[in-house]
Nanobody, 117 residues
Framework: QVQLVESGGGLVQAGGSLRLSCAASVNIFTLNKMAWYRQVPGKRRELVAHINVLGYTYYPDASNDRFTISRDTAKNTAYLQMNSLKPEDTAVYYC???????????WGQGTQVSVSS
């Protein structure tokens, strides 16, 4: 069982920044990857970025250089730094992690990010 606790969401003006944190209850090296997704009402949850066990990162939207995923292995925590936020970034952001031993995916509870214009 893996528990993921997100923090760092909130309300910010357009152009501002936020850093989301996702603390895992297990050693980060037991996870194949950690990822950030986001979801707005009525739409599918979409991948924002992931970082794998070797520390390699992936962004499905290569043109989005405003977001950066990183991790602190000593704290078993992944981060999502979001800069130059836009109103369209408003969503619930979820952390996800895949456990190596079982392949099971775990989700955090989500954190609301709201960007005002």
């Amino acid at each position: 069982q893996v528990q993921l606790v997100e923090s760092g969401g909130g309300l910010v003006q357009a152009g501002g920044s936020l850093r989301l944190s996702c603390a895992a209850s297990v050693n980060i090296f037991t996870l194949n990857k950690m990822a950030w997704y986001r979801q707005v009402p009525g739409k599918r949850r979409e991948l924002v970025a992931h970082i794998n066990v070797l520390g390699y990162t992936y962004y499905p939207d290569a043109s989005n250089d405003r977001f950066t995923i990183s991790r602190d292995t000593a704290k078993n925590t992944a981060y999502l730094q979001m800069n130059s936020l836009k109103p369209e970034d408003t969503a619930v952001y979820y952390c996800a992690a895949d456990l190596k031993s079982t392949g099971a995916r775990y989700w955090g509870q989500g954190t609301q990010v709201s960007v005002s214009s």
